[in-house]
């Protein structure tokens, strides 16, 4: 599966919007990108998934880059329950999904 | 609909136990897998299953053993508890394989383990 690459962390004020980049430069051509989330001392839990139209659900919007190399989950007005840590995850042929680090979300009140 | 359940939520063992960590689903997903998440870390992969009866290796298998009889259920051994297992462990299952455009892993609360 393609690497990824995402910021260690990113600060927000509450019910401003906020966009979580990922780069995956090495993606292949069938590979989805799937967005996790995990909240303090909990599992992850799924967002969302795209190819590579733009995708939304009532969680978050995902964009994925004409090009496919980079992707950007945007959370619409954040609250404090979207303090989390996200995973970004492409998924193609590999059994083994690769979780980085993924990105801190802190959101102030 | 529980979703994906594990037992026990937390676990002390001493080093050379053996010990078995439960997970069940309710939501007839083929695929089941079991990642081991270290403080500050992403996740990763022990083992999974594609379906009853078949099991393969993930990213970390050494020292686990699983088994998958029935849909429902994937339980992750522990053969000789190491300190080097101290970790939460999570289960997850999914309707899809990855690749799909149907792949959305769902997880359990976790297990915390430690090894003393």
């Known amino acids: 599966d393609a690497k990824t690459t995402q910021p260690n962390s990113m600060e927000s004020n509450e019910e401003e919007p906020v966009h979580l980049p990922c780069n995956h430069s090495?993606?292949?051509?069938?590979?989805?990108i799937h967005w996790y989330r995990q909240l303090p001392s909990q599992g992850p839990e799924y967002v969302i998934h795209g190819l590579t139209s733009n995708v939304n659900n009532r969680m978050a919007s995902l964009a994925i880059a004409e090009d496919r190399k980079s992707s950007t989950l945007i959370l619409h007005r954040a609250t404090l329950r979207d303090a989390a840590v996200y995973y970004c995850?492409?998924?193609?042929?590999?059994?083994?999904?690769?979780f980085g680090r993924g990105t801190s979300l802190i959101v102030h009140p | 609909n529980a979703g994906v359940t594990q037992t026990p939520k937390f676990q002390v063992l001493k080093t050379g136990q053996s010990m078995t960590l439960q997970c069940a689903q309710d939501?007839?997903?083929?695929?089941m897998s079991w990642y081991r998440q270290d403080p500050g870390m992403g996740l990763r992969l022990i083992h999974y299953s594609v379906g009853a009866g078949i099991t393969d290796q993930g990213e970390v298998p050494n020292g686990y053993n699983v088994s998958r009889s029935t849909t429902e259920d994937f339980p992750l051994r522990l053969l000789s508890a190491a300190p080097s297992q101290t970790s939460v462990y999570f289960c997850?299952?999914?309707?899809?394989?990855?690749?799909?455009?149907?792949?959305?892993?769902?997880f359990g609360p976790g297990t915390r383990l430690t090894v003393t």
């Open positions: 995850l492409p998924s193609g042929g590999s059994y083994i999904p690769t």
């Open positions: 939501m007839n997903h083929e695929y």
């Open positions: 997850a299952s999914s309707y899809g394989a990855p690749g799909t455009a149907i792949y959305e892993q769902y």
């Open positions: 090495t993606i292949s051509g069938t590979d989805y």
